[in-house]
C-alpha cells in the first residue's frame, strides 16, 4: 500500500505565498516522478508542476517564475513552493508520485487526496 497525503493549502492574500508539501509513505523502491496538479471548479485538472526521470522541472505557462517544484526523495518528499499568487490560482492541488515496488515493478502513478488553496482577499 502506498499512502499520499498532501499538506499547507488554505487562503491566502493576492501576492501572498504559500508552500505545499507531499508526503508518499507504503512501499517504496524507488520515485520516477512526481507532480503538482490542480482542478478548479468547472474545469479538468491540470498539470501546474512536475520533475521526471531526469530530474528536469516542468511548469505550466500560468505558473512559471512564481512556482518551483522540488523533491527530496530520501524523505519521500515533493515541495511546491508558489509565490506572487493570483485568484486565478485558487484550485484544489493534489500531488502525484510514479513509483516503483513489489506491486508495480516497472512503475504506477499514485495520487493524493488533494488540499484546497483559495486566493483571496
Known amino acids: 500500500q502506498v499512502q499520499i497525503v498532501e499538506s499547507g493549502g488554505g487562503l491566502v492574500q493576492p501576492g501572498g505565498s504559500l508552500r505545499l508539501s507531499c508526503a508518499a509513505s507504503?512501499?517504496?523502491?524507488?520515485?520516477?516522478?512526481v507532480g503538482w496538479h490542480r482542478q478548479a471548479p468547472g474545469k479538468q485538472r491540470e498539470l501546474v508542476a512536475g520533475?521526471?526521470?531526469?530530474?528536469?522541472?516542468y511548469y505550466a505557462d500560468s505558473v512559471k517564475g512564481r512556482f518551483t517544484i522540488s523533491r527530496e526523495d530520501v524523505k519521500n518528499m515533493v515541495y511546491l513552493q508558489m509565490s506572487s499568487l493570483k485568484p486565478e490560482d485558487t484550485a484544489v492541488y493534489y500531488c502525484?508520485?510514479?513509483?516503483?515496488?513489489?506491486?508495480?515493478?516497472?512503475?504506477?502513478?499514485?495520487w493524493g487526496q488533494g488540499t484546497q488553496i483559495t486566493v483571496s482577499s
Open positions: 502525484s508520485v510514479r513509483l516503483t515496488n513489489s506491486d508495480y515493478p516497472n512503475g504506477n502513478r499514485y
Open positions: 507504503g512501499s517504496i523502491f524507488s520515485i520516477i516522478s
Open positions: 520533475i521526471g526521470a531526469s530530474e528536469s522541472a
